[in-house]
């Protein structure tokens, strides 16, 4: 399975758990030196800094880009895609449909996480999750255009009152006959939810595309209560080929963050 490492340029995002946070060139160099294979970018927006400019330090450091996060338009904006208001989920949109048009020239898919938002008093569930779907169908369609996968990111209960679970986002994906849309696992989201982590694995398959190795205390894997070998037997028995991506709290230091999660995955010896 293939290793990447989150880099953070969103200033609002600074206790939030991204691993490097330093200038752009110098985070893609540092990824490459400890030896990930690709890197996962939190972006303010997706004029924040050209495609070309990203590609080419990609080249520079042999690192492809494991995925591109929207979470900025939520921090920044407060937009999300299921909002009581027309205006503003089509406004949530628009971000998340340049994010994916970002991404996509660089063969990336991008994530939406946060952006997906809540019910609450003047939104019932079942109207929240019908916009969720509409979003989901037109993320997925915008996503092909560059022939990348689009994937939604189940969140824990006090993220959003949405999706909590693997197997709701399931149920969604296939009760809309939604298309290139895929999961993303998130291990700590996973730890608060899920009863077994490996078993919800199994069960969501090949609809997974996309897993935040992280520990239960969203720490770099080993600093919390997760057992890393029944997931990652659990991944290859469903034979996933995506990335474990360090979507973690840098502690106790960047360096040794990232550096304790690359010895977690080498260790799995099947």
């Not at 924040?48 to 880009?65: D, G, K, V, W, Y």
């Not at 474990?244 to 260790?267: K, N, V, Y």
Request: aromatic share 6%; proline share 5%; glycine share 6%.
């Amino acid at each position: 399975m293939k290793t990447a490492v989150t880099l953070c340029q969103v200033p609002e995002a600074a206790a939030g758990p991204f691993v490097f946070r330093q200038a752009l060139p110098e985070a893609f160099a540092l990824a490459a030196a400890l030896g990930f294979d690709a890197v996962e970018l939190f972006l303010p927006s997706a004029d924040f800094i050209s495609p070309e400019e990203i590609l080419t330090l990609a080249r520079q450091n042999n690192l492809a880009i494991a995925a591109v996060g929207t979470g900025a338009g939520m921090l920044r904006h407060g937009l999300s895609v299921t909002d009581s208001s027309p205006e503003k989920r089509a406004e949530a949109l628009e971000f998340v449909v340049s994010i994916i048009d970002f991404a996509g020239k660089l063969g990336a898919p991008a994530i939406l996480g946060s952006m997906q938002g809540k019910w609450n008093e003047s939104l019932s569930k079942e109207t929240a999750l019908a916009h969720l779907a509409t979003a989901l169908s037109v993320c997925g369609k915008a996503a092909a255009k560059h022939q990348v996968s689009f994937i939604y990111e189940p969140l824990n209960r006090f993220e959003t009152n949405l999706i909590n679970r693997l197997g709701e986002a399931v149920n969604l994906i296939e009760t809309h006959h939604l298309t290139n849309v895929v999961l993303l696992a998130d291990l700590f989201h996973m730890n608060l939810e899920e009863s077994d982590l490996g078993a919800a694995i199994r069960a969501a398959g090949q609809h997974i595309g996309h897993v935040h190795y992280a520990d239960s205390n969203r720490s770099a894997m080993g600093l919390g209560h997760t057992a890393p070998f029944p997931i990652l037997t659990a991944l290859r028995d469903i034979s996933y080929q995506g990335y474990l991506s360090a979507e973690i709290l840098p502690l106790p230091d960047p360096r040794t963050a990232a550096t304790l999660t690359l010895q977690s995955i080498h260790s799995f010896h099947p």
